[in-house]
Every structure is written in structure tokens, then in C-alpha cells.
């Protein structure tokens, strides 16, 4: 109808709306480019084998499925709103079941924020408690997600890297190590915070007992907030034990602690995380939630509670998932590390994660690609494995700073939380191409 | 070392360490505060009212949910998703590809025009999520937004996290000499004082149509003040839609967006969870120029990245299913609205018989009303809140029912004028509506 004509050809031919003043606002200036963005959506538009982007390709235990479904069909009040700062049932298990794992009594509604996924309990920290100038230290690789949100609430990033200490031929993420001095040397009275990730993405490190200690001591001395991200907290391998900072003596007042639902019961899709820490951070967390999202979505969080619950009746038994996941990943992770050796290609053994890097520095190809023309070589790579091999994995300079990424463009990322058969395709498309050499 | 000095040395070592276990006791250093965005924002009207709300022998009719269930197909939907394997892991950031096709559908067919279901659409965690997604990508520091009252209390805190400044401009009741049955189209803006609140400051005006709390649907004409003043100040419209679909009898609900020149100027959010009665999925979705939307989606990519993917799956087959069904009174779209007219008619009926008097919203689904005629005397509840808040307090108290104060949705100047209405939902099943009206009808027993 002519309506509709009219609107079309104004909506055509009506200029870009110009504005005197910019349109954005300046606080998210700079944070712009997301490489999640870029690359799922390469690995959809090319038929890939898809290690890139991490998440399980098979399903989530069925009791956490069913849990879902039985929440579903629950009664009305399972499709409205919830308790803002968590549905009573999760926070009440999670209170309980971690409070046993840090050995502090965890109130549930003063000292839990349930968030969407722990992305969303990174925004709350990160906005609840850095100001403008305040600097934060991140420990590089670090999932990429902490620089832009520091940078979009105000505050200044500060790096200290791992290192890899070489020690022979098979490198594995324990040898990569802090420098004491270099991270004492990062702290001043600027620092608000610093954040770790343990185990970490995309390196595997499982931060010992005094790695976590030496942090401690400096976040005490110069009385900094820890804010650790432990989504991977339950995947650990070769018996390296994953250590809570909180759990450190005077941490748990300086701590806010990281998890995921999703991660935890293979359920990425769910977007149910959490923030626990001492009630006097956690409030302004609260605060921070209550005006960007205020609520969670309460099925997802019912599901999550009856797995938890059903994980703390089986902790420690063979029959919870806490020690089974870790169990069947052990064995993809070998299989993954063994291919790409294989191959020439120098993996990094990680401790714990989802994750396995391998130094592609002994790989000569030739990038002819036009439309990566002056991107980071990783980059490059990653780009063309997808496009000519199928193949998708993960640039690691996107996980360091923009000052350090140029020193590390020689490693790409393998997701290694897949089904044997994706595992088994990614080593046909790796051998071939070994071959073909 | 010499014995006198190894002690001098132990003596500092024990005197520092004695400093240092007092320095760990003092657990709330300066340095842990909230920061300054934040500041004061920590108060919240459903923090305070939803927990007393919560204990069961109190007939609720304060937060806005249903306690009738969804329609079953949304819930199969969902049921559904879950059960597929790929469905439980991370899906499009901007919005599950499947989802923002369906609305793509639906809206390219309400605004009459093409919309890309890529770059016009963001999906976010509820309407409040996009609310607070265009505020942090669009309003910067030191700008004004022109607020409505009275307003969904969240928009002034979003503002001041942003940095702005709300400005506030109240709703008055026109004088209707003939009939005293108020309406909410009975509360108007008035057009001078409107305009004298844009200036060279103004970045957004925050509209919401069908408005919480009063229910008033902003015609035609009202919306063409608006956007002319948009198009002179060059400024932007945040329009908040989530009750776009509960329209009562006789009245329609416009889309600012489609008004020439506001397409390139406007987000318009939508809920699923009020189209589909399921608040709990906390679900919605921001539509506008990709110029706009694309920085809405770099705060998305900032903040929480995704949404849950089952949910999405579902709401999208809601959407489709609906979609074949517009227009005819099987649409959920259409028979949500029947069945709350019903519910709004009656509710308005209970108020009036107890000599009170309510304003009869034309779309949405709550109703305010002024509770002077109970000349309730609550003197002894002393002199630091409103009325309404008192009020409230000791309806819930004293009667066993909830509701909202109204004055929670207006700014401290205008609190006068707002202070002995509170605000009622209706979208609650017939006993919950039976109980109230018996609380009402029994009120001075």
C-alpha cells in the first residue's frame, strides 16, 4: 500500500542520521572489534571441523537435560520473574557446595550474584569497581574479554606475562611461569584490581598453591582486589589440583570469585553464572546488575540448581560429573596433542581447560590471501586453514595486549571439547595436508 | 648474626608482623567502594517490596508477571530447544540467527517495511537489557534525556549510570467535566512545557508506549509532537514497546519509528516475556537503523555477549506460529488482550464499587488508583516516605495485598502529585482477582 512505499523510499533515500555531537558514546569507543564476532562467523559461512570457538559439540549429562525439562513443565512460576541476585534454590546450593570448597561459611543472598554466564559477573566487577585511572592488572594470554571491559569502565590496563621456560622439547602450560619481580614491580597505588583465570584460557595453566600464593601477598600488600576467573574450575588433568585464591589466608575479603554454569555441565547455551565473594564487594556488584539486567532467566537457573545438588550428593564418587568430564577430556587431549606433534606442530600440554595452543612457527605456508593482506600472521593462519583446510581454530595474539601481540603471532588455539569423531576429522584434515607436503 | 642483633632484627620482624595481622583485620578499606557510576544507585523499589510480595498468603498484585501460565506451545517450544544438543551451546551473539529471522518476519510486517534481521536487530536480556544496552552505547556523559512521568523506575538510574542528566516531565490529568471516569488518555503532556525541555544537551527522549504505570497509549498526534521535536533538536528516541501487544478496544498502538524522519533516530524495544506472558525468560529485542543498532551491539559484546539459546530457539517458533495468525483472534498477539480487557473491566468495576477511583488504562497491563476516597489515616507511620509508600506498606500489612506505590515512577518534584495512586496488576488469574476483590469489598469490616 502506498503507506509502505512512502516509508520505503524514505527509509532509502533519507541521509544517515547526522547528529552535531557523536552518536556513540565514548566509553565504548575502542572496544568495537570482538574476534568471537569475526570468527564464528567465519567457522559458519565455510564448512569447517569446528576447534575454534569453545564449546562441547556433544550433549550435556542428561540429568542436568532432564532437570531443564522438568523445570519446563514446572508450574507457572518457572517461565516469570525470579529473585534478581539469584533464584533461591541455586544460590542456597551454591552457597552450600562452595563453601566447602573455600572452607568460608558463604551466606547465599549476601555473598552470591547469579549473572548471565560469567561474562556477565566479569561487567558487574569490572563496572561495580574500577573508576576512571584506576589501573588493573591482567595476566597475558588472557581471555580477551578483560581489556575491553577495564577500557569501557574507565580503567587502565596493566600486563604481566607468562613465560614459557623452556625446559626440553615437550613444553606443557606449567612451564609457563610470572616473574615475581615483574609482577611485583606492576603493582602501585593506582591498582584497584588484578585479574586471574585459573585454569587458564587459552594457555591450560592450573596456577599452583604459590603462584596463587605470590599474587595473594601482593593483592594484601597493596590492598588490591582479586577477581578470579574459575570457569574451568572442575577440569584439571593429570591430577594438578585446582586451588581457590579465596580460599588464601585475608583473600576472601579481597576476592571475587568466577563460575559457569555453562562450563561446569557442558550447557554453554544456558548463560548461567555466578560472582561469590564477601558481602561488601558483592553489594556493588548487586547494584551494577539491578540496572543493566536485573533478572536471570529462572528455568535455567532451577536446572543448574538440581545439578548442583546432585553434584554435592556425589562429590568426590565416581559417578559425579566433576570427576568424569575431566576424565574423558584427559583422553581428547592426549589424542589432539599426539596429532598435532605429529604434524610439526608444537603443542603446549595444558593442566586444565578447554583448551590446547600449538606453536605453528615450524609451519611454512604460503598465505596467499589478499583479504588478510597486514592482519597478525596468526591470524592470517587461522584464516586459511578454515578457507583451504576446513579447519577452525583460534588466533592466540587476539588473548594478548595490543602492546604484547606482536611478540606472540606464532600459536593458534584448539578447542579439544569435542566428540572423538570431530577430534578423529580434524586429524584426517592435519595428516593430509602433513602429507601433501 | 651476634646475638644483640638477631634480636633487634626478630624485635622489628615481630613488631612488623604484629602491624600486618592488624592491617588484615580491617576489612573494608576505602579503596573497595562502589565506584562513582554506581553511586546511589543501589536503592531499588522491587528490591524493597518484591521479598514481603513473596510470602504466599498475600493476594499480589504488585510486580508486573502473570500467575496464569504461558500458552502451552511456548512451552513446548522450549521443552523442545533443550533437547536439541546444539541448541544447549552458544548461539549468535546479536541474536540466535533463527530468532532474529522470526522478528525480522514479524516487524518488517507491523513497520510495513524490510528489516534486516542482521544489522537492525539486537536480542537482549529482557527489555531492560536493551534499555540499558542504548543508554551505555548512546548516551554519553554530561547529555540530558528527557524522561516521561510517570516512567518505569528504571530509566533514571540507567541515565545516571550513563553519566547524564534525566529531565523529567510529568503527565498531567486533563480536567474532564464530563464524566468522572479518568482514562489514561486523560493524561496528557503539555506541548510548551515539553518543548522547553529540549536543549542543546538533549541526546535521547525516553517514550514508553503503552505506559507503565498508568496505561496510557500515546496517539498519533502526541507522537508527532514528539518527533518533531526529535527532528528540530536532532535528537534520538529510545521507545519502550514491551506492552505493544495489549491494546484494549478502541485504541491503536503506534510505532514513533514509522513517523517520517524517525526511523534513522530511533530503537524501539520489544519484551518476550510480556508478548508471551513469561517474564522469567528475560528475553527482548532492540530494532532500529544499523547506525544505531550496531552500537548497541558493541555493548553487547561487551556485557554478556550472548543469550541463552534454548530460549531464543523457543521464543522464535512462538513468533512464527504467531506470525500465520495475525490479524485472527487466535493470535496469542490478539487473545492475550481480549482476555485482559475482561480482567481490566472487572478490576476497574472492584475499585469503583469501593468508592475508589481508577484510571482505566487503555493499553498495558496495570491500573492506577487514587486511594484518597478510603481516607486511610496513616499519621502514625511518620513523615519520611510518600504516602503511597506508606500506603503500600501497611495494605500489605494490615489487608494481605500488594501493590506498587506509584511515586516509585515519578521524580522527587512531581512526587506530590503522584503520591495517593498506587498501582495494580491485572494480568492475574480469576482467584487471585476474587481474592482482591474480597480484601476491597470487606476493606472497613
Known sequence: NFSCYVNQYLKIHSSSLIMSRQLHARRIEGVDKNIWVEFTQLAADYQVVNLGQGFPDFSPPSYIQEAFCKAVNGGCSMHQYTRAFGHPPLVTILAKFFSKVVGHDIDAFEDILVTVGAYQALFCTFQALVNEGDEVIIIEPFFDCYQPMVKMAGGKAVYVPLRPVSRGKALTSADWVLSSEELASKFNSRTKAIVINTPNNPLGKVYKREELQLIADLCIKHDVVCISDEVYEWLTYDGAKHVKIASLPGMWERTVTIGSGGKTFSATGWKVGWAIGAGHILKHLKTVHQNSVYHCATAAQEAVAVGFQREYEHFGTPESYFLQLPERLQHKREKLAACLESVGLQPVLPEGGYFMIADISSVKVDLNDPSTQGEPYDYRFVKWLIKEKGLATIPVSAFYSPEHSKDFENYIRFCFVKEDSTLSSAEAILRNWSNGK | LPMAQYLACSRVTILLSFQFILCQGIMTSSRHTNSKRIEGLDKNVWVAFTSVAADPTIVNLGQGFPDIPPPAYVKEGLANAAAVDKLNQYTRGFGHPALVKALSQVYGKVYGQQIDPFKEILVTVGGYGSLFSAMQGLVEVGDEVIIIEPFFDCYVPMVRMAGAKPILIPLRVKCNKKTNIVSSADWVLDPAELASKFTSKTKAIIINTPNNPIGK?????????????????????????????????????????????????????????????????????????????????????????????????????????????????????????????????????????????????????????????????????????????????????????????????????????????????????????????????????
Open chain 2, 217 to 445: 497509549i500515546f496517539t498519533r498526534d502526541e507522537l508527532q509532537m514528539i518527533a518533531d521535536l526529535c527532528i528540530k533538536h536532532d535528537t534520538l528516541c529510545i521507545s519502550d514497546e514491551v506492552y505493544e501487544w495489549l491494546i484494549y478496544k478502541g485504541h491503536q498502538h503506534i510505532k514513533i519509528a514509522t513517523l517520517p524522519g524517525m526511523w534513522d533516530r530511533t530503537i524501539t524495544i520489544s519484551s518476550a516475556g510480556k508478548t508471551f506472558s513469561v517474564t522469567g525468560w528475560k528475553l527482548g529485542w532492540s530494532i532500529g537503523p544499523e547506525h544505531l543498532i550496531k552500537h548497541l551491539q558493541t555493548v553487547m559484546q561487551n556485557t554478556l555477549y550472548t543469550c541463552p539459546t534454548p530460549l531464543q530457539e523457543a521464543v522464535a517458533q512462538g513468533l512464527l506460529r504467531d506470525y500465520e495468525l495475525m490479524g485472527q483472534p487466535d493470535c496469542y498477539f490478539s487473545s492475550l488482550a481480549v482476555e485482559l480487557e475482561g480482567k481490566r473491566d472487572r478490576m476497574a468495576a472492584i475499585l469503583q464499587d469501593v468508592g475508589m477511583s481508577p484510571i482505566i488504562p487503555e493499553g498495558g497491563y496495570f491500573m492506577c488508583v487514587d486511594v484518597t476516597s478510603l481516607n486511610q489515616d496513616l499519621s502514625h507511620m511518620g513523615d519520611d516516605e510518600p504516602y503511597d509508600y506508606k500506603f503500600v506498606k501497611w495494605m500489605i500489612k494490615e489487608k494481605k495485598l500488594a501493590a506498587i506505590p506509584v511515586t516509585a515512577f515519578c521524580g522527587d518534584a512531581s512526587k506530590k502529585q503522584f503520591e495517593k495512586y498506587i498501582r495494580l496488576c491485572f494480568i492475574k488469574k480469576d482467584s487471585t482477582l476474587d481474592a482482591a476483590e474480597a480484601i476491597l469489598k470487606n476493606w472497613n469490616s
